[in-house]
């Protein structure tokens, strides 16, 4: 352990971690946000085209567990991916989930759509392989 | 989440305690299914309300998912992303360079290594396929002791002190049995075990052999020579019964270089000419533009008289037949004559020694030798007179302790050797193989040996070259290498193969560098310095060839298979499915005869006839095979395999059983109808559907219509009217006819990289096998005597896709980049999509082809694609799994665009000839432009 043999080294929620890193064993994580295994989903592409975490996870950053706050469905990722822009942000800004955009997000989005070429793939192929 | 909505799916027959209803889940399809009536129908839903009770449908939700990282992870590996090794693959005593990718610490998919001479990127449908046999279910264990199940401890517990010097002296009755061997460590290790028992032999056997070669060399030269063939500068080849394109080589190198002279991009261009006089049609057969059909035992005849043609032969006086072969030897020999300096002369391993010498001296005397044909010295050895001797001494009792290395001499060997009934004399007998076979059965000892994927070593290529074997995986089932047993037998200095490989090649370099070195060519996959130096030899006088007489009886001749090799691979399901190539048989063996034959003997195909040989016999079907020679029949070997596992298991039949010393390669037999009639599953008959769309010409005919394969008739319709290519990639792949052999790699390779299924003999007789690409064989010409070729068929991802317009449901749609895009999930199995197919490439998962997958099978699994279930068609996709991948890389490094030639489709990476190329044809660069047009 690196962090947390200082940080709350004596913390009973850390019991897990202190356990995995004695035996060996991995921590058995439930996966929450799952899909399909029909779909391949790639989370670097989103990440680097300026997809937000709170886009689609939501404010994991004020969530005691963490629960799925989006529908997850084909449907829901299609419309994002026919109309990105609202969604799109500055890549270094992806990991503050309480950005507040200065001015239209749909605006800042098309821009950076344009300058960096993003175009997600609508067809099948894009997610089903 | 609701516990009973998970138990639901997980335990059907759990809650349902009715046999009838646990019967029904087993079965692929109910009995009543076939009739369907209403009343058996309400059977069955009546029977399931019961046992359900309908009542935990209501909050179905997912399973549980758990994610488990790795407790302490490792920096070089990312879930998910692939990770790339080099090995060496051995086979017949050649290596072959490969790349092997990885996915969570096992390989899943083979590529050729580029960097190697025998393949240049490129692998044989064999190496394709040993992935499998990594993963076969029927593999050995556990070490076997008298068939009861032992330990490695027991086993060196007994094997130590029986191989002390003290116990075994100086191995007088103490023999080793080994394939080919090509290995620079394994060579040491089996220096200190002969320098230990002074007098042990170490004898070498395979039941594919080079014996003739060898001994034609030391005819025409004095000692034991190996041939190398440059067929990249050769303008004409005359092959004498070598089958160099295919199962002649071990190498897929002769294909590529072979293909380069092939190829024509413009009527500037010219190509090679390639003669060959065979028995059987062979992949270099249907690729030659002069074929001359023959039995194997008038070659030497074809030999002898191109050989007073150039010159190497004095003229004879009688020539049976002396016209029409004179005729033809005068025009091949014109043509070789042309062509000095720029020929090759081949002969193949069945042809006897004195041919090859011929060769030899054809190649002196055309110039040829230093330009296209080189020679070094020949790492390899005489082997069946060995084996005999071998055989011998057993059966006389003289042999006390016999270890046997790989191989399955038991079922392999000549049948007039007996080795089985011989191997019951010697007292210990000891087995090493991957899997438990024919051998092991009557092996005192049976010990796992590891795969060659699992498993330090090293080995050899033909021109010598050597690689560094490393494994992608521990050895699944603690299995030890050949070097690894006789180093813990004979207290070598390096017990682990890690440390026998590793410290032989470290004492080979200077200590400053040694260890940057091994790290670069386990990097590189290639030990730089190990080629073999050439050569000059100078030939002697030619040899006396006995002109040929009248067979008595038909000719029989053995030859390698194309998906089993010499049986090693009967267990691979994937090669028993491939079809061979020319008569695209599956999942068997047959005797092959031309029609002329057939109709002589009155045979028909499927026909059951008993083949003898000198009071031994096997029963065979017939199989008419057009361009056969008249008079002979040939057998594939390693069928009828009675102990391999439950793919191999009693598939085909036994060739072996009428192999003897004397007919080693080809000798007289004779046949018995038996009236009965054996069904043989055919890959080719259903496709063709009346069309041929192969397009040919000659040269002549192309320079003056280079555009002759450009007419279309008709025009095609979609619903979806027409896209916009113009802008972005648009994904083409071209096949070139001219250099594609036929050999079947693409299959394999495919069936590899997208979890293809096998479907057994049964479904490949209804048509159903899955193959995404296809080799169809067309032949034309008279029936006796026709020209072949051979066109790869996969989904031609049409513009206005015919399957497209008919999808009720939506699962097949056209992307923006001219893919053809397949979605698994939506498919309902009308399967109105393959009837509208005109190339008939869409394939459909009739039945569940992957149930009762053991654990292993689904690690060779490629996870970047959908494994299909029952009920969803399918096709190629392009490898659309590479194109995404390659896709968003270009993404992440700075959304630059995607290189021509990033993105390769297993078959075109597979390919030896280099007959398949992909990327963007919109792309004027692009090499799959530039050979579009």
New interface residues.
């Given amino acids: 352990m690196n962090c947390h043999k200082m940080v709350k080294p004596d913390s009973p929620l850390l019991q897990p971690v202190r356990e995995?890193?004695a035996?060996?064993?991995?921590?058995?994580?439930?996966?929450v946000h799952?899909l399909?295994?029909?779909v391949?989903f790639?989370h670097?592409?989103h990440v680097?085209?300026g997809v937000s975490c709170v886009t689609c996870h939501g404010r994991v950053d004020q969530m005691v567990q963490v629960r799925q706050v989006e529908p997850l469905t084909m449907k829901w990722c299609v419309d994002c991916h026919r109309d990105p822009a609202p969604h799109i942000r500055p890549r270094e800004l992806v990991t503050k989930l309480d950005w507040q955009p200065d001015g239209d997000p749909a605006e800042i989005g098309r821009r950076l759509m344009a300058e960096?070429?993003i175009h997600p793939?609508?067809?099948?192929?894009?997610c089903?392989? | 989440m609701n516990q009973t909505g998970k138990q639901y799916w997980r335990s059907l027959e759990q809650l349902s305690n009715t046999p009838q209803f646990s019967e029904w889940l087993h079965r692929e399809f109910p009995e009543s299914a076939a009739v369907l009536d209403s009343s058996s129908r309400r059977t069955m839903l009546k029977l399931m309300a019961a046992s359900f009770g309908l009542a935990g449908l209501t909050a179905c939700s997912r399973p549980v998912e758990k994610i488990l990282p790795a407790a302490k992870g490792s920096e070089e590996y990312t879930p998910g992303k692939p990770v790339f090794y080099s090995t060496v693959m051995p086979l017949n005593g050649a290596a072959t360079g490969l790349i092997v990718e990885t996915h969570e610490g096992r390989p899943t998919k083979i590529e050729g290594n580029p960097e190697h001479s025998s393949s240049g990127g490129a692998c044989s449908a064999f190496a394709q396929a040993s992935i499998l046999d990594l993963y076969d279910p029927d593999r050995a264990r556990f070490v076997t002791h008298e068939t009861r199940q032992s330990s490695w401890d027991e086993f060196f517990a007994f094997a130590k002190p029986h191989f002390d010097p003290t116990q075994m002296g100086a191995g007088e009755g103490l023999r080793f049995l080994s394939q080919t061997v090509n290995s620079p460590s394994l060579d040491a290790v089996r220096e200190h075990v002969l320098r230990r028992y002074p007098k042990a032999r170490w004898v070498e056997y395979e039941p594919v052999s080079r014996d003739e070669e060898l001994a034609g060399s030391e005819l025409a030269f004095g000692r034991r020579l190996q041939a190398h063939y440059r067929f990249d500068r050769a303008d004409v080849v005359v092959s004498l019964d070598a089958d160099f394109l295919g199962l002649d080589s071990p190498e897929v190198r002769y294909s590529r270089d072979f293909s380069r002279r092939r190829r024509v991009a413009s009527e500037k261009d010219s190509m090679n000419r390639l003669y060959i006089a065979e028995s059987q049609y062979s992949v270099t057969g249907a690729m030659a533009d002069h074929r001359f059909r023959m039995r194997a035992a008038e070659v030497p005849d074809f030999a002898a008289d191109l050989a007073r043609e150039l010159g190497v032969l004095p003229p004879a006086l009688t020539v049976l037949n002396a016209n029409s072969r004179g005729k033809r030897a005068a025009a091949v020999a014109r043509d070789l004559k042309r062509s000095r300096e720029r020929s090759i002369v081949i002969a193949g391993p069945r042809q006897p020694a004195e041919v090859h010498a011929l060769a030899h001296l054809m190649n002196y005397a055309l110039g040829n030798v230093g330009r296209t044909v080189v020679y070094t010295e020949s790492p390899f050895v005489p082997q069946l007179t060995a084996l005999k001797e071998l055989a011998e001494e057993m059966a006389a009792g003289k042999i006390s302790t016999l270890v046997i290395l790989g191989g399955n001499p038991v079922y392999d060997a000549p049948a007039d050797l007996e080795f089985g009934a011989a191997m019951k004399k010697v007292a210990v007998t000891i087995h090493l193989s991957v899997s438990q076979n024919e051998t092991s059965a009557l092996a005192k000892w049976h010990l796992p040996e590891a795969h060659y994927l699992e498993a330090w070593g090293d080995a050899r290529a033909l021109d010598g070259t050597a690689s560094i074997q490393q494994p992608m995986i521990r050895p699944l089932y603690g299995g030890k290498t050949a070097a690894e047993v006789l180093a813990a037998l004979t207290g070598y200095k390096d017990q682990r193969a890690y440390d026998i490989v590793r410290n032989y090649w470290m004492a080979k370099w200077p200590a400053r560098d040694a260890e940057s070195m091994w790290r670069r060519c386990l990097h590189d996959g290639v030990i730089p310095g190990t080629q073999y130096p050439l050569v000059e030899p100078k030939p002697g006088k030619a040899p006396e060839l006995r002109p040929s007489e009248a067979p008595a009886g038909l000719e029989l001749a053995f030859y390698p298979s194309a998906s089993v090799w010499d049986g090693r691979f009967a267990n691979n399901g994937w090669l028993q499915e491939t079809p061979e190539p020319m008569t695209k048989l599956t999942w068997d063996n047959a005797a092959l005869v031309s029609p002329a034959t057939a109709r002589e003997f009155g045979l028909a195909t499927g026909d059951l006839i008993n083949i003898e040989v000198q009071g031994r016999q096997v029963p065979m079907p017939v199989w008419i095979q057009p361009g056969h020679a008249d008079g002979a029949i040939s057998v594939a070997l390693g069928y009828g395999r009675t102990r391999c596992g439950r793919v191999g298991d009693n598939v085909g039949h036994n060739a072996y059983r009428i192999r003897t010393t004397a007919n080693f390669h080809f000798g007289s037999a004779s046949i018995q109808k038996t009236g009965r009639k054996y069904r043989l599953a055919s890959a080719q008959e259903h496709f063709a559907e009346g069309r041929a769309p192969v397009r040919e010409a000659t040269l002549e005919e192309y320079r003056k219509e280079p555009h002759f394969a450009a007419e279309h008739k008709g025009e095609a319709f979609s619903i979806f009217g027409d896209f916009d290519y113009s802008k972005g990639y648009q994904w083409g792949m071209v096949i070139d006819l001219n250099a594609c052999i036929g050999c079947n790699a693409c299959t394999v390779a495919c069936q590899a990289e997208n979890n293809i299924p096998i479907v057994g003999k049964d479904q490949v007789a209804r048509g159903r096998e899955m193959h995404w690409i296809r080799l169809d064989r067309y032949y034309t010409g008279p029936e006796d005597d026709p020209q072949a070729v051979t066109q790869p068929m996969n989904c031609q991802q049409c513009e206005r896709a015919p399957c497209e317009s008919v999808c009720p449901v939506g699962a097949t749609s056209h992307s923006p980049e001219g893919l053809n895009d397949m979605a698994y999930n939506r498919c309902v199995g009308t399967r109105y999509c393959a009837n509208n197919c005109p190339f008939k490439v869409r394939r459909f998962n009739f039945l569940n082809y992957h149930k009762g997958l053991t654990e292993t099978e689904k690690m060779a699994f490629n996870p970047d694609v959908t494994v299909r279930m029952r009920g969803v068609m399918e096709k190629c996709t392009y490898c659309v799994q590479r194109i995404e991948e390659k896709r968003i890389q270009a993404k992440l490094e700075g959304r630059r665009p995607i290189r021509d030639g990033e993105i390769t489709p297993a078959c075109a990476q597979t390919c030896p000839a280099e007959a398949i190329v992909f990327g963007n044809i919109n792309d004027p660069n692009s090499r799959v432009a530039k050979r579009k047009n």
């Avoid at chain 1, 035996?23 to 996966?31: A, E, K």
């Avoid at chain 1, 793939?121 to 894009?126: A, K, M, V």
Wanted: aromatic share 12%; with cysteine; hydrophobic share 20%.
């Fill in positions: 995995s890193y035996s060996g064993r991995p921590i058995p994580w439930v996966r799952s399909p295994d029909y391949y790639n670097a592409a680097n085209a960096n070429n793939p609508e067809n099948c192929s894009g089903h392989r």
